[in-house]
């Protein structure tokens, strides 16, 4: 090549080449280090989780390199966002820039068409369908059944007990209320039994990594899915003989209702209807649980909330008629405005879902940065929950705050997410949690065992020896 032939080739690329660069400058990536390779800080941050001082970690990250940053988690490029501005755009922006991102194994384990996998359109049936029985009109008429559920538990696990573990006792009343209600299989029906080992199989295996060889949990996972599936199968078939002549209501439970929408606009399949129903109870139980054992710590460590609470219960445990039984109403319920409001400051300052992911689908742009496809974006409810300028003295616990839901800000308030994807299962924790508190604080008082009553995330909030309480019962208690 002659020096004047190079000299035109080079003036040619010249301008192709400044594109390139200036290109690459402007679109750059978000600060922050990857950290070692694979490893990245993926140890540093499940320590934080295990530790309980996650909120601490995400907060040194945010002033280091601020609201927007990158890191490297389980191998994955991670983008993290801080704020209000950040969270509404998580939750409502395109879904083919962002889609939900699950673990390989929810997939395998829950099925292909369980909601957490679904975009656009079929999210949208799949949603519709839920919420057909999640919605408060629906709902409200098993105030009563939750009720009966309630009770039964406290007579076979509380009374005539003088120290209980709070956190899997909640966790067995939850299930209980749901396999009712979802599944209408009932106390006593032993098929109840084999379910709840069956999903904590199910649940043991969905943090796992996806191999599928024998004596892995995923394996005992996928085995357990196979039986509950077999279960739920012969369920949609009975139940669905009960709807054709007439001798079962379609709001008899979760199942009924998904078979009877059929004859409407909301088409579900058998498959769908069977991954959908494994994935609301595995969202459903655990996470309300936890919450319910939140409320019982505090109710032991804070005497003035305690007091406030008593006080609503014992007002409407008497306008009830004593010694009749009588259940609960959704009216009753209503009047249960600071218990609620206490819930929600529990779930402001102890959220018990930490963090969430998506995936990103296309290269997007966000406050100057390019965020290339194939990263994961996190959130992390505590990062608003705790900002001062959100909710003024964030560290102090004050219930008053959500006297005046206009008072809080749009997505600041995260704990059940938000936009399209926000939990369909907000109502149902609510009715259970008033619920269950009622009867606790009206039937009981109770001290904690340890001293120590911290918890670690593994991913989900788990407590020293299960939050250890020693109960007594009230002496109006009828039961
Ligand atoms: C205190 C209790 C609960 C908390 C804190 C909670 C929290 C959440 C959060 C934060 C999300 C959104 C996750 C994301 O956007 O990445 C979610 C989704 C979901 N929750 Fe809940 N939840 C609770 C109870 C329930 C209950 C009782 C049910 C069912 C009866 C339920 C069913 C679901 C389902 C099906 C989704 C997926 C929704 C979708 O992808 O469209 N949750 N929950
Ligand atoms: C568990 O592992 C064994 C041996 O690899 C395999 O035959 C079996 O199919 C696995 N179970 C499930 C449910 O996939
Ligand atoms: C659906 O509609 C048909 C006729 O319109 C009726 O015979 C059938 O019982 C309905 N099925 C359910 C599950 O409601």
Redesign the pocket.
Request: glycine share 12%; charged share 10%; proline share 9%.
């Given at each position: 090549m002659s020096p004047a032939n190079f000299l035109i080739l080079f003036l040619l690329v010249l301008p192709l080449y400044v594109i390139i660069l200036t290109r690459k400058t402007r679109n750059k990536l978000p600060p922050g280090s990857f950290g070692l390779p694979f490893i990245g800080q993926s140890l540093s941050f499940l320590h934080a989780l295990r530790t309980n001082t996650a909120e601490h970690w995400l907060r040194e990250r945010v002033r280091k390199y601020g609201a927007v940053s990158k890191l490297n988690l389980l191998g994955t490029p991670t983008l993290l966002l801080h704020g209000q501005a950040a969270n509404k755009f998580v939750?409502t922006c395109d879904q083919k820039i962002l889609a939900?991102q699950q673990p390989t194994s929810i997939r395998k384990i829950c099925g292909e068409r369980n909601?957490?996998e679904l975009t656009g359109d079929d999210?949208r049936c799949v949603?519709g369908a839920?919420l057909s029985f999640?919605k408060p009109e629906v709902l409200k008429q098993y105030v009563g059944k939750i009720d009966e559920e309630v009770r039964k538990h406290m007579k076979m696990h509380w009374h005539g007990k003088e120290q209980v573990q709070a956190m899997p006792l909640m966790k067995t009343l939850t299930f209980s209320i749901?396999s009712s209600l979802?599944f209408g299989i009932e106390e006593g029906d032993q098929r109840r039994d084999a379910l709840v080992k069956l999903f904590q199989q199910i649940i043991d295996g969905i943090f796992t990594i996806p191999v599928n060889l024998p004596f892995t949990r995923f394996n005992r996972s996928l085995q357990a899915s196979k039986k509950v599936r077999a279960m739920l199968m012969n369920l949609i078939r009975e139940k669905g003989a009960a709807l054709e002549q007439h001798s079962a209501s379609p709001n008899q439970d979760l199942i009924s209702c998904l078979l009877s929408i059929r004859n409407e606009s909301v088409v579900l399949s058998d498959e769908e209807i069977i991954d959908?129903a494994i994935?609301?109870m595995i969202?459903?139980?655990d996470?309300?649980a936890?919450?319910i054992t939140f409320f019982i710590r505090l109710l032991a460590n804070d005497p003035s909330v305690y007091a406030t609470i008593v006080q609503e219960q014992e007002e409407i445990a008497k306008s009830k008629a004593s010694g009749t039984g009588e259940l609960l109403t959704w009216e009753d319920l209503a009047k249960m405005k600071q218990t609620w409001r206490v819930a929600m400051e529990i779930?402001r300052t102890t959220?018990?879902?930490f963090c969430?992911?998506?995936k990103v689908l296309e290269d997007f742009e966000y406050e100057g940065y390019i965020i290339p496809k194939g990263w994961q974006v996190m959130?992390a409810?505590c990062m608003t929950h705790m900002d001062d300028q959100l909710f003024p003295d964030a560290l102090k616990f004050d219930p008053t705050r959500f006297e005046k839901q206009a008072a809080v800000p749009p997505f600041s308030f995260?704990?059940?997410?938000?936009g399209?994807?926000?939990?369909?299962?907000?109502e149902?924790?609510r009715i259970?949690?008033l619920v269950i508190i009622h009867y606790l604080v009206t039937q009981f008082t109770w001290k904690l065992c340890c001293s120590d009553n911290s918890f670690s995330r593994d991913p989900l909030p788990v407590f020293r020896h299960g939050l250890e309480i020693q109960v007594k019962p009230k002496n109006c208690a009828t039961g």
């Open positions: 939750y939900g909601i957490l999210h949603r839920l999640l749901m979802l959908n994935i609301v969202a459903g139980h996470t309300s936890i919450l779930l959220p018990p879902i969430s992911f998506r959130w409810a995260v704990a059940f997410g938000g399209p994807r926000t939990c369909p299962g907000n149902f924790a259970e949690t």
